[in-house]
């Protein structure tokens, strides 16, 4: 056993097992740069980032900065998301212009109006599983999920009793249109690499 699995299982076992105390663990970890870390569910995942990743994630900011400042916009930043142990590293997050921090300078799940998640093959039964679930129940408005390995985009909206009521899948090329949702606008996806 590692030491932060021993330090993880005696705070579990003491009914101390937070966040907060399983990202202070992480943080005495030497954990290589360009590792993006999250624990969904209560588990440690660790991915690296890959060229193709970033390439997306840049390309979904550069176009929501016609809409959001770039002071409500957030890649790679923790939002702490309901249920048990869900600190995620959204890939893209936009915020609401009312959005303040919380007492620990975090965002706040209940401001997030728009949450990307590129996949990544390691980790891709999360964005589509129990990510997807926790974003519905936390009643984010728009979840787009972009898959460079099956070249398309998932379109979640309309979250409602900790689901998506609406899905639609778009062939990279094609444009993501939610301009009838609150953000307005519709994404290229012709620039999006493939994997």
Same mark, same amino acid.
């Given at each position: 056993? /590692?030491? &932060?699995?021993?330090?993880?299982?005696?705070?579990?076992?003491?009914?101390?097992?937070?966040?907060?105390?399983?990202?202070?663990?992480?943080?005495?970890?030497?954990?290589?740069?360009? /590792?993006?870390?999250?624990?969904?569910?209560?588990?440690?995942?660790?991915?690296?980032?890959?060229?193709?990743?970033?390439?997306?994630?840049?390309?979904? &900011?550069?176009? &929501? %900065?016609? %809409?959001?400042?770039?002071?409500?916009?957030?890649?790679?930043?923790?939002?702490?998301?309901?249920?048990?142990?869900?600190?995620?590293?959204?890939?893209?997050?936009?915020?609401?212009?009312?959005?303040?921090?919380?007492?620990?300078? %975090?965002?706040?799940?209940?401001?997030?109006?728009?949450?990307? *998640?590129?996949?990544?093959?390691?980790?891709?039964?999360?964005?589509?599983?129990?990510?997807?679930?926790?974003?519905?129940?936390?009643?984010?408005?728009?979840?787009?999920?972009?898959?460079?390995?099956?070249?398309?985009?998932?379109?979640?909206?309309?979250?409602?009793?900790? *689901?998506?009521?609406?899905? &639609?899948?778009?062939?990279?090329?094609?444009?993501?249109?939610? /301009?009838?949702?609150?953000?307005?606008?519709?994404?290229?996806?012709?620039?999006?690499?493939?994997?």
């Amino acid at each position: 056993m /590692t030491v &932060l699995e021993d330090r993880i299982e005696m705070a579990e076992e003491r009914g101390e097992l937070t966040l907060d105390v399983m990202f202070e663990s992480l943080e005495k970890m030497p954990i290589p740069e360009g /590792t993006k870390v999250e624990i969904v569910g209560g588990n440690i995942f660790m991915s690296p980032q890959r060229q193709t990743h970033w390439e997306i994630v840049f390309s979904i &900011l550069e176009q &929501l %900065r016609a %809409r959001y400042p770039i002071k409500r916009l957030a890649s790679d930043v923790r939002i702490d998301f309901p249920g048990r142990l869900n600190g995620f590293a959204c890939d893209v997050a936009a915020l609401a212009e009312r959005s303040v921090k919380d007492d620990n300078g %975090r965002w706040r799940y209940q401001d997030v109006e728009f949450v990307a *998640e590129v996949i990544s093959k390691d980790t891709a039964a999360n964005g589509y599983g129990p990510k997807k679930l926790t974003y519905a129940v936390a009643e984010v408005p728009v979840y787009l999920i972009v898959d460079p390995y099956q070249g398309k985009c998932r379109l979640h909206t309309q979250p409602k009793e900790g *689901e998506y009521v609406s899905e &639609l899948s778009i062939t990279f090329g094609a444009d993501v249109d939610m /301009t009838t949702t609150h953000l307005g606008l519709v994404l290229r996806t012709d620039g999006f690499p493939r994997d």
